[in-house]
């Protein structure tokens, strides 16, 4: 089972960057996913999250400037960023919580972590 991030990159403030994140490996029978980030010297933090039935969740610091979105497969959670500000750069790592089932019915449960993608606002 792999989370592949991609999308980070260097933007000025009040731009847009989409992150991107996709599970693979197994075919799950519930994804939730989510984004956390981490700036330098501070704490992993919540960003937004996404269940399998669709419920969101986003932190104070970004509601209204940023979208979580699902894919049509459920497999791929996006991050939409927009009006960035310098206090939104850290790396950024996609999580999921994920269900599958095995030949046999037997399940699996697996929450991971994708690798970090970093995202720069400069001011």
Known sequence: ????ASGGGLVQAGG???LSCVASGRKFSR????WYRQALGKERE????ITDRGNIN????VKGRFTILSGN?????YLQMNDLKPED???YYCNADLLWYDDFGTPTALKTWGQGTQ?????
């Open 58 to 61: 986003y932190s104070n610091s």
């Open 1 to 4: 089972v792999q989370l592949q």
């Open 31 to 34: 994804i939730d996913m989510g």
């Open 89 to 91: 750069t850290a790396v």
């Open 16 to 18: 847009s960057l989409r």
């Open 46 to 49: 919540l960003v937004a999250t």
């Open 73 to 77: 497969d459920k497999n791929t959670v």
């Open 119 to 123: 995202v720069t606002v400069s001011s």
